[in-house]
C-alpha cells in the first residue's frame, strides 16, 4: 500500500543552524503539506503546496521556512536558522485532491538545542 | 485561525465497553477526516466524511458528519487494548483553505 515517507526520523541541531527536511509524498498525489506537532499538543498545519508553488500557509511558517519540490518524488521543508521552539514533530502529508483525505508520513523529530 | 473542540479529552475504559468522542465548531465544515495517533507516530487516517449527515463505519470504528454541519461524531464499538492512542479529528471548513485539528481525545483501555 502507498505511504509516504520522512527522512529523517530525528534530526538533532543547533540553534542558528539551518535544517532540511526530506519527504516522499504518495506518487499519485498533487497536494502535500507540512504539519507541525509540539510534544503534547495538536497538529498545526504550515504550509500545502500545489502545481509546483506554495497554495496556503499559516502565520507559523514565516520567512524562516521555505519548501520546494526539487524532483519529481520529494518535497523537503527547510528552515533557515533554527530556534528553540522549533523543536517539534514535522510531518508531511499528501492528497489526491485539495480537501480530500490526507496521509500522513511517520515525521521527523527535531530537537533544536 | 478556526477552533475545533474536541471532547472528551481523555477517557479510560473496560475492554469491551463502547466509546463516543466528538468534535464541535462554530464554523460551518465541508470534510471531516479523524485519525488515531500513537506515541512517536504519524496520524493514521480511519474515516472521511464528506455530506452532511454521512455515516461511516470502518469495522468496530463509526463516524457521522453532523447534519449542522457543525460537529462530528466518532465511536468505537467493543474496545480492545490496541485502540489505545490519541484520536485526532480534522475538519475543512466551508470558507477556508486548510485542515484544522482538533486538541486530541487520549483513550486508555484497561484490560
Known amino acids: 500500500e502507498p505511504e509516504v515517507t520522512q527522512t529523517p526520523s530525528h534530526q538533532v541541531t543547533q540553534m542558528g543552524q539551518e535544517v532540511i527536511l526530506r519527504c516522499v509524498p504518495i506518487s499519485n498525489h498533487l497536494y502535500f503539506y507540512w504539519y507541525r506537532q509540539i510534544l503534547g499538543q495538536k497538529v498545526e498545519f504550515l504550509v500545502s503546496?500545489?502545481?509546483?508553488?506554495?497554495?496556503?500557509k499559516s502565520e507559523i511558517f514565516d520567512d524562516q521556512f521555505s519548501v520546494e519540490r526539487p524532483d519529481g518524488s520529494n518535497f523537503t521543508l527547510k528552515i533557515r536558522s533554527t530556534k528553540l521552539e522549533d523543536s517539534a514533530m514535522y510531518f508531511c502529508?499528501?492528497?489526491?485532491?485539495?480537501?480530500?483525505?490526507?496521509?500522513f508520513g511517520p515525521g521527523t523529530r527535531l530537537t533544536v538545542l | 485561525g478556526q477552533q475545533l473542540n474536541q471532547s472528551p479529552q481523555s477517557m479510560f475504559i473496560q475492554e469491551g465497553e463502547d466509546v463516543s468522542m466528538n468534535c464541535t465548531s462554530s464554523s460551518i465544515f465541508n470534510t471531516w477526516l479523524w485519525y488515531k495517533q500513537d506515541p512517536g507516530e504519524g496520524p493514521v487516517l480511519l474515516i472521511a466524511?464528506?455530506?452532511?449527515?454521512e455515516l461511516t463505519s470502518n469495522g468496530r470504528l463509526t463516524a457521522q458528519f453532523g447534519i449542522t454541519r457543525k460537529d462530528s461524531f466518532l465511536n468505537i464499538s467493543a474496545s480492545i487494548p490496541s485502540d489505545v492512542g490519541i484520536y485526532f479529528c480534522a475538519g475543512y471548513p466551508n470558507t477556508g483553505n486548510q485542515f484544522y485539528f482538533g486538541t486530541g481525545t487520549s483513550l486508555t483501555v484497561i484490560p
Open positions: 502529508a499528501s492528497s489526491a485532491q485539495v480537501y480530500n483525505e490526507q496521509f
Open positions: 466524511l464528506y455530506k452532511a449527515g
Open positions: 503546496f500545489y502545481n509546483n508553488e506554495i497554495s496556503e
